[in-house]
């Protein structure tokens, strides 16, 4: 690689935009759960609405973040400390990791905090490299002077607020939601018009006036009597702004009959996009900015690459208003077209659903105990209050039964009182924030917003706080994974870059490449088959008939899927393939975990019965039972063949797997007679299964007697032949459950019965 020196840092800059490219791709994958989690939670308006207003939130908030670019050249280290080529190393080792950190994040589903990760990786690199300098034979300094190099008051202020934001935006949160509540109720509609007036008067004045007072006051396109004005007419406009704003919401309530609580989930919505755009641009491109910056100040200058110090990024340069346009179009267009977002932003709405969900996270000590101690102070202070306080607050957290005619899919996970204030808090704190030029994270912001204000809402229930507290514990424990893992690979890039030069670098890129198209073609690939790959759909009909007909589907889907799972446990054990058995193992744990889930489902499916037809939960309950036998007996098949051959014993002999591929073939015109039967809905073709019962059950008996005199007259493993008897037994198990669920089906069905099925309102342009 015969490369000039300037060549080098020209192959840098244009590595750099490569890489500001990809960072605005996977940092908006990760931090749209920021600005869309509570208007796609409340199912206020249609996606594609929310997409449309969060995508020009973003374009408008892009050009207001030209200010918060100093904080990547100067608010961490001290630039005039470290030499030109030093600081290309920094910037290099900062970019390459970031890309990295927030992808691995994204395919994980979580959300985590691009502010902390190109804070913590300007750390990390600028201390390394500080180090090496240190360490140099002829610097005579010592690791105490490292504090020369590193601006540690503004990085202590910016790490401090950025833990001090999870506790303010948490209690701020849970404060203004309660008081919400208090006033609002569950039932808000039904309240009087000016008290939604009120709140809207309160909330969009706040919200404007962080956004478009503090939140902009440093765009390129604000002129300086605007702000002039503003900075000296501050009390006025609020008082005006909340009058005026009171009085608008009062007459399109009255007059226009508007959902008052929908226009300020749009208008927050809106807010906290360019808040996110204002404030977190600085994450993706702020670094490639400043390289560019310090490259075109190295070329004007004329000295060596090695001893040009860099005093000049001190210095305020405004950042070109059509690269920040460049870059808010790449952030609207990810916004659009990225999965990965959707995955995030599911882990945050689940987290603050009001109803129950099939949890993700799993309960430990920490949540158990901070559950606990809750419910105890919680009692104690309630116990302060008078019984008529009480019985009012209790009152006012009544919730609003949802109706019957409404699917489970269709339902909000919370209500339009607490996705207003979810925007209202954290656009406001955000803003702020961005105001005071600290680069506070809108992850940590609004997601623990999103929390304080399911605590406050009485979300958290018994059913539920353990795990939601856990999922929290989590999401936050990843946040200081984040900071460390930021630090320490961005410090070991840097040391790469500084002793491997171009070598390293080529080498470093190559790898980002392979690892981002990697984990896009798994995730791409994950994607794919959770839609192809059947998922279990629980029964929301209201009649036997309409369970039956809803519920073939996912017969069809286990039986299928069961058939797979037995071909597969036969072939592993013929061939002692462990990772055939091993993913096959998987493969029957996901589907238990998906029938265990319909059966958590029973509770909502029998309160949406109708009078006359409660016995349609009788027949949904016993395919149910049926299903998890079958799961049951394909588990314990699995598990054995899998343990059998993890173990190393003896393979099956030659005649054991000769019978059990005997087996496997006429299961397998069973299951495809069984599940073509379900598919097409033909249910007069299950008679025609059944009449066949006998002949599969005298099979599989014929195999028990054979392997019983082979056991008596030849020697054998005892390994083996508890494994072969288990499977057979296993399979009768397994044959049992299918025919009586084929029976419960023959019986039920009546082909004259027109099925009843309950009416869901269609879910919204998703």
Known sequence: MFLTMEHIYIYMLIALGFLAIADLIVGVSNDAVNFLNSAIGSKAVSFKTIMIVASLGVAMGALSSSGMMEVARKGIFNPSEFMFDEIMIIFMAVMITDILLLDFFNTLGLPTSTTVSIVFELLGASVAVAILKIMAPDSGQTLLDIGNYINNGKAIEIILGILLSVVVAFS?????????????????????????????????????????????????????????????????????????????????????????????????????AVAFAGNDLVNFIGVPIAAFDSFGVWMKSGT?????????????????????????LIMVLTLWFSSKAKAVVKTSVDLSRQDDVNERFEPNFLSRYIVRSSIALSDSFSNLLPEAARTYINRQFEHTRIPASVKTKDMPAFDLVRASVNLM??????????????????????FMVAMGTSLADRAWGSESAVYRVAGVLNVIGGWFFTALSAFAAAAVMAVILFYGGAYALTALLILAIVLLTKNYLTHRKKSIEQKVEDTLQKAESSSTQGVIVESASNIANVIQRGNRIYTSAVNGLATHNLKLLKKNKTQIEKLSDEIEDLRDNIYYFIKNLEDPSVNASNFYISILSYLQDMAQSLTYISKASFKHVNNNHKKLKFSQIKELKDIDAHLELLFNDTKNAFESGSFEQIGAVLDKKSKYFNLVSEKIQIQVERT?????????????????????????????????????????????KITGIEESDT
């Open 172 to 272: 701020v949160g849970a404060i203004i939601q309660f008081i919400s509540r208090l006033l609002l109720s569950f039932n808000f509609n039904t309240k009087p018009k000016f008290y939604g007036a009120i709140f809207s008067g309160f909330a969009i004045t706040s919200i404007l006036y962080f956004i478009l007072i503090k939140g902009i006051k440093n765009a390129s396109f604000m002129s300086g009597e605007l702000k002039a004005l503003i900075h000296n007419n501050n009390i006025a406009l609020l008082a005006i702004s909340f009058i005026l704003f009171s009085l608008i919401s009062l007459a399109l309530i009255a007059l226009l009959k508007v959902n008052i609580y929908k226009i300020i989930i749009v208008v927050g919505t809106f807010a906290l």
């Open 304 to 328: 060596a690459p090695d001893v040009l110090r860099m005093t000049s990024l001190s210095e305020a340069i405004p950042t070109q208003p059509v690269l920040l346009l460049i870059a808010g």
């Open 712 to 756: 008596r007259a030849e020697e054998s493993s005892p390994k083996n032949t508890t494994l072969y008897f288990s499977l057979l037994l296993e399979t009768k198990d397994l044959l049992n459950a299918t025919m009586s669920l084929l029976e419960e089906y023959y019986n039920a069905h009546d082909a004259s019965v027109q099925p009843a």
């Open 425 to 446: 808090v954290a656009s406001v704190l955000i803003s702020l924030a961005t105001s005071m030029k600290l680069p506070l994270s809108t992850t940590y912001v609004t």
